[in-house]
């Protein structure tokens, strides 16, 4: 576990207030309130269908919002288009990875710095030289086409367009789904490599143990519910949870 202090009195960068969110007449989210930190790892934990993805998807607006309110560094972002949030700074892999297969691993990444890359090639070059730093097996692989990687290597290169364009927030969903028990830890590794940095990280994983080896705090739903909150240890500690979450 990553030990921090909660918030240092500082305001959240991320404050999600009362969130309600329908598919139809399927209720998904019901009312869940929740604080982000600049620089922690929070995850978000639960098991299918209890709202994880609709969570992270109400926030980058890719999914309607039906109440509530989300705000980001102090600002309402309710009905900003999806793009629009990208380019504030909350940066969304989604589960599946959705990597661009025909593409070699450089159009990849530089898809990614569309806003910025033509403007400001040297803070190009300096985000793409870090990620090929933190993922080694991409520069080996640069100019191979995306749908030709393995499925590590895939999530890899997810997490690598996400970082290219330098966002507050970054959004994990399900990182380690699909992947070998090597790989897997591989992958967290370089989650807490990259928490170093300064980086804010959400994270969405159904292995509860290991998002909880890097987290500093922990949301857990059921059915639309916030059910329990606290740090690693808290929720460990908590029979309840133990016997729910974590086997």
């Given at each position: 576990?990553?030990?921090?202090?909660?918030?240092?009195?500082?305001?959240?960068?991320?404050?999600?207030?009362?969130?309600?969110?329908s598919y139809g007449k399927i209720s998904a989210l019901k009312g869940i309130s929740f604080e982000v930190f600049k620089g922690e790892i929070v995850s978000i934990l639960g098991s299918n269908g209890a709202g994880k993805t609709t969570t992270l998807n109400s926030i980058t607006g890719v999914i309607p919002i039906e109440s509530g309110t989300v705000l980001f560094k102090g600002n309402?972002?309710?009905?900003?288009?999806?793009?629009?949030?990208?380019?504030?700074?909350?940066?969304?892999?989604?589960?599946?990875?959705?990597?661009?297969?025909?593409?070699?691993?450089?159009?990849?990444?530089?898809?990614?710095?569309?806003t910025y890359e033509r403007k400001n090639k040297a803070l190009f070059n300096e985000r793409q030289e870090?990620?090929?730093?933190?993922?080694?097996?991409?520069?080996?692989?640069?100019?191979?086409?995306?749908?030709?990687?393995?499925?590590?290597?895939?999530?890899?290169?997810?997490?690598?367009?996400?970082l290219?364009?330098?966002?507050?927030?970054?959004?994990?969903?399900?990182?380690?789904?699909?992947?070998?028990?090597?790989?897997?830890?591989?992958?967290f590794e370089i989650i807490l490599k990259i928490s170093?940095?300064?980086?804010?990280?959400?994270?969405?994983?159904?292995?509860?143990?290991?998002?909880?080896?890097?987290?500093?705090?922990?949301?857990v739903l059921e059915t639309g519910n916030l059910a329990f909150e606290g740090d690693p240890d808290t929720l460990k500690s908590n029979n309840d949870i133990a016997s729910a979450y974590l086997g």
């Amino acid at each position: 576990m990553v030990s921090s202090d909660r918030n240092n009195g500082l305001n959240p960068i991320l404050k999600v207030e009362n969130l309600h969110v329908s598919y139809g007449k399927i209720s998904a989210l019901k009312g869940i309130s929740f604080e982000v930190f600049k620089g922690e790892i929070v995850s978000i934990l639960g098991s299918n269908g209890a709202g994880k993805t609709t969570t992270l998807n109400s926030i980058t607006g890719v999914i309607p919002i039906e109440s509530g309110t989300v705000l980001f560094k102090g600002n309402k972002i309710n009905g900003t288009p999806a793009f629009k949030i990208a380019r504030q700074g909350i940066i969304h892999v989604p589960e599946g990875r959705r990597i661009f297969p025909a593409l070699t691993v450089a159009e990849n990444l530089r898809v990614a710095s569309y806003t910025y890359e033509r403007k400001n090639k040297a803070l190009f070059n300096e985000r793409q030289e870090y990620v090929l730093k933190l993922f080694p097996r991409l520069k080996e692989r640069f100019h191979q086409m995306g749908g030709t990687l393995s499925g590590g290597e895939q999530q890899m290169l997810a997490i690598s367009r996400a970082l290219i364009t330098g966002g507050d927030i970054l959004q994990l969903d399900e990182p380690s789904m699909g992947l070998a028990p090597n790989l897997v830890q591989e992958i967290f590794e370089i989650i807490l490599k990259i928490s170093e940095t300064g980086q804010t990280i959400m994270l969405v994983e159904q292995n509860a143990m290991m998002a909880m080896e890097v987290s500093n705090y922990c949301y857990v739903l059921e059915t639309g519910n916030l059910a329990f909150e606290g740090d690693p240890d808290t929720l460990k500690s908590n029979n309840d949870i133990a016997s729910a979450y974590l086997g």
